[in-house]
Structure formats: C-alpha cells, structure tokens
C-alpha cells in the first residue's frame, strides 16, 4: 500500500522560505516520478513540480519558477520541494503524488497521478 506523507508546512512571512517534504512507503520510491499540487480555498488544485523518477528531469509551474525548486533523495524515500521568497498567493495546502506506473515522465495533469498525500498547509504572513 503506497503512502504519502507531508511535513513542513506552516506560517511563513512575505519573502521567506520553507521547505516541504513528502516521505513516500509501500514500493520502490525510485523507480516513480514524483509531483506536488497546491489548493488555495475557493480554487482548484494546482501543479506546482513534479520530478523524474531518477531525478534528472524536473517540470516547475510558471508561479514558482525560480523560487521554487523541487528535488528528491532515493536513499531516504523522500521528494523535497523548497520553496523561496514567497508571496501570499502561495498561500494553500500543499500535495505530493506519485502515479501508479513505473518510470514514466512526470507531468502537469493531476489526473496522472494515482496517490496523494493529505496535505500540508502554507500560509504566508505579512
């Protein structure tokens, strides 16, 4: 059974960083692509990044590039996503997933990925 959990979020200021992390169980973490989405209220989720199962290809949304970078450790079943100078928009409850299939391209459609995490919320102060 695969699991995903969350940690890292909480209260962060205008223009600071976080960084979040997803622990991953139940298969072969590094044989699996690995993304994160975001919801803020009243919006639907978002993708934020997603990263190849090897870790040497990463997608970033257009809202985080250059201030948010994801990245994985395969020894520690762990995908990491760091997150720099943040603005009140990126205030939202924060998901990692991972699709069912091995080895295939990490993508933007939410829709490709078969597990979710429970999320962990961000929220940005003035």
């Known amino acids: 059974q695969v699991q995903l959990v969350e940690h890292g979020g909480g209260l962060v200021q205008a223009g600071g960083s976080l960084r979040l992390s997803c622990a991953a169980s139940?298969?072969?973490?590094?044989?699996?692509?690995m993304g994160w989405f975001r919801q803020a209220p009243g919006k639907a989720r978002e993708f934020v990044a997603c990263?190849?199962?090897?870790?040497?290809?990463?997608k970033h949304a257009d809202s985080g590039e250059g201030r948010f970078t994801i990245f994985r450790d395969n020894a520690k079943n762990t995908v990491y996503l760091k997150m720099e100078s943040q603005k009140h928009e990126d205030k939202a409850v924060y998901y990692c997933?991972?699709?069912?299939?091995?080895?295939?391209?990490?993508?933007?459609?939410?829709?490709?990925?078969?597990?979710w995490g429970q999320g962990t919320q961000v929220t940005v102060s003035s």
């Open positions: 997933a991972a699709p069912e299939i091995r080895k295939v391209v990490c993508g933007k459609d939410a829709g490709r990925y078969d597990y």
């Open positions: 990263i190849a199962w090897s870790g040497g290809d990463s």
């Open positions: 139940g298969r072969t973490f590094s044989s699996y692509a």
